[in-house]
């Protein structure tokens, strides 16, 4: 685990971190998730969240420890 790991929706945070959204697990990037959307921040032991806007799952990047 590590800045710059990438996570899917229903995977378990490795950390106290920060997340971006990626991309789509089906390989997309539209329609955009809202700007609330694309930053995360997870304690250690929660689940990744899906994008619910457009009820997608999504990858996420570990992009600094909280």
Do not use: H, Q
């Not at 991309?23 to 969240?49: A, C």
Request: aromatic share 12%; charged share 25%.
């Amino acid at each position: 685990m590590g800045i710059g790991d990438t996570y899917k929706t229903g995977g378990i945070s490795p950390a106290n971190a920060y997340y971006k959204w990626v991309k789509y697990t089906d390989g997309t990037k539209t329609p955009p998730p809202t700007n609330e959307e694309r930053r995360i921040n997870l304690e250690k032991g929660e689940r990744f969240p899906p994008i619910n806007s457009c009820d997608k799952g999504a990858i996420w990047r570990m992009t600094s420890y909280g």
